[in-house]
């Protein structure tokens, strides 16, 4: 990730009223409180770019002034276009919008020298998906289509000068059934589709949270199923695989985190009700060296926010720097044990966290070293 660029987290309420997830940083990424935004909106999405785009009363419009010591920004601006918005999805360098009609308009001209495009062009129909219901795009520029009758697509093709790609493919869905992740049965009803940092997400008619690494072939035992609480709608981290935001079949939100438990858990977030949720990246264009936009590097995005996060790992535990008893440690294989150990927290916030004097109690906390 750019050095000038933070996750944000958007959403839109049961009234159709935008909120910003405020607080958000390394080591909190649930943020701190939820913060109401001016205007009233159908359906936004949050890019990797920085943009904050909507869909207000059939107009596709995106949000002025955002940056990352402002993120609710100024106001919404109205981008120029003939057709009835729908829904829109962005990426790093591209922008799709679904009209009316269900046709695909693809956004011209979005590069380092312009985030909001330059044109229209719309995706050729021949052998196009029709009855579209859900556009998601990836951290590396990948775009996926769901039909209203569950199929997935994948558009291949997509490059700087061709950002309507050439062609489409059908993607395998997971089966369901038996009492493995691939079962025997058909594959499950596909209602809403996501794109994240290294994977696809899907969500079924059941509400199970569905996974799969959207790099080269997708085969039916490709796909994970995530367990935990079930959820209507996802929107994961563009800068983690882990983490994602999702809304259960009551309105509620919640984020799928391990803020100091080792393990990932879907964690509730506020009281408001909301309808839909969007994930993306805010960034500073103030910063004297530009963010890169164009698809090319939006494909190289892992590997740049792997480089930007690496000063935020956390160093890893020993044994002995684990805050609690072991029973029978000498009777444990030490490679087992460390096995069993996941590291959460570096040595200073175990002795912050942890109020009491180590050095009295029969444990394996070596506060000496």
């Known amino acids: 990730m750019n050095q000038?660029?933070?996750?944000?987290?958007w959403a839109i309420s049961k009234a159709n009223i935008p909120f910003l997830r405020a607080g958000i940083s390394p080591g909190k990424e649930e943020g701190t409180k939820w913060l109401q935004v001016d205007g009233m909106v159908d359906q936004l999405n949050v890019s990797k770019s920085g943009t904050v785009?909507?869909?207000m009363h059939d107009k596709l419009v995106y949000r002025a002034g955002v940056t990352p010591n402002k993120e609710e920004g100024t106001g919404w601006t109205t981008l120029s276009h003939s057709f009835?918005?729908?829904?829109v999805a962005a990426g790093g360098g591209c922008l799709w919008v679904c009209d009316a009609e269900g046709k695909l308009n693809v956004r011209t001209g979005m590069g380092k020298s312009s985030r909001l495009g330059s044109g229209w062009t719309d995706v050729p129909t021949p052998n196009a998906p029709t009855g579209i219901s859900d556009i998601a795009i990836t951290a590396a520029d990948d775009v996926f289509v769901l039909t209203d009758d569950g199929k997935l697509f994948k558009r291949d093709g997509l490059t700087?000068?061709?950002?309507?790609?050439v062609a489409w493919t059908k993607v395998t869905l997971p089966k369901t059934g038996g009492s493995g992740f691939l079962g025997l049965g058909a594959a499950p009803a596909v209602i809403h589709i996501a794109g994240g940092y290294q994977h696809i997400w899907a969500v079924t008619e059941s509400q199970e949270v569905w996974r799969c690494p959207y790099k080269g072939i997708i085969q039916e035992r490709s796909w994970d199923r995530i367990p935990g609480q079930k959820m209507a709608f996802v929107s994961p981290s563009m800068c983690d695989s882990e983490i994602t935001w999702?809304?259960?079949?009551?309105d509620q939100v919640f984020v799928r985190t391990?803020?100091?438990t080792g393990r990932y858990e879907w964690l509730r977030q506020g009281t408001i009700m909301f309808r839909m949720i969007s994930v993306g990246v805010v960034?500073?264009?103030?910063?004297q060296e530009r963010p890169g936009l164009s698809r090319t590097l939006s494909q190289n995005w892992e590997s740049a926010q792997q480089q930007q996060y690496a000063q935020y790992q956390r160093t890893e535990l020993k044994v002995t720097d684990i805050p609690f008893k072991v029973e029978q440690c000498d009777e444990m294989d030490p490679d087992l044990l460390a096995a069993l150990v996941t590291p959460v927290l570096t040595k200073n916030e175990v002795l912050q966290r942890f109020n009491y004097d180590f050095c009295t109690e029969n444990s394996v906390l070596n506060t000496t070293s």
């Open 258 to 260: 391990s803020p100091h």
């Open 283 to 287: 960034m500073d264009y103030s910063a």
């Open 53 to 55: 785009w909507a869909v």
């Open 246 to 250: 999702g809304i259960n079949n009551k």
């Open 4 to 9: 000038n660029a933070k996750e944000s987290v």
């Open 84 to 87: 009835s918005a729908a829904q």
């Open 160 to 165: 700087d000068s061709c950002p309507e790609g």
